[in-house]
Nanobody, 123 residues
Framework: QVQLVESGGGSVQAGGSLRLSCAAS????????EGWFRQAPGKEREFVAA????????LYADSVKGRFTISRDNAKNTVYLQMNSLKPEDTAVYYC????????????????WGQGTQVTVSS
């Protein structure tokens, strides 16, 4: 069992930056690929970014490519999402998740989920 806890959300103006963290407990994250997803009001949950177990492979949604960076520190059992040049359309609840698959964009392949952290970007 893996417990995931996100932090770092908040309110920021367009063009600003935030760094989300996802701390894991229960099992070491080195056994899992990690991903970030988000869900805006009235919309379905969507993939944002993913990183492989070693950190050597990363995937991004087209909408965030070049602005967001996913990384992990396995020694700290933590995954990060650095978000730069934020836009109002990035407003959503952001969730981190863990998968036993090497790396994936598919929410259905993630077995452990955090509770989410709110990110609000104002124009």
């Amino acid at each position: 069992q893996v417990q995931l806890v996100e932090s770092g959300g908040g309110s920021v103006q367009a063009g600003g930056s935030l760094r989300l963290s996802c701390a894991a407990s229960g099992r070491t994250l080195t056994n899992y690929g990690e991903g970030w997803f988000r869900q805006a009001p009235g919309k379905e949950r969507e993939f944002v970014a993913a990183v492989s177990r070693s950190g050597g492979t990363t995937l991004y949604a087209d909408s965030v490519k070049g602005r967001f960076t996913i990384s992990r520190d396995n020694a700290k059992n933590t995954v990060y999402l650095q978000m730069n040049s934020l836009k109002p359309e990035d407003t959503a609840v952001y969730y981190c998740a863990a998968t036993s698959v090497y790396v994936s964009r598919r929410a259905s392949e993630y077995v452990y989920w955090g509770q989410g952290t709110q990110v609000t970007v104002s124009s």
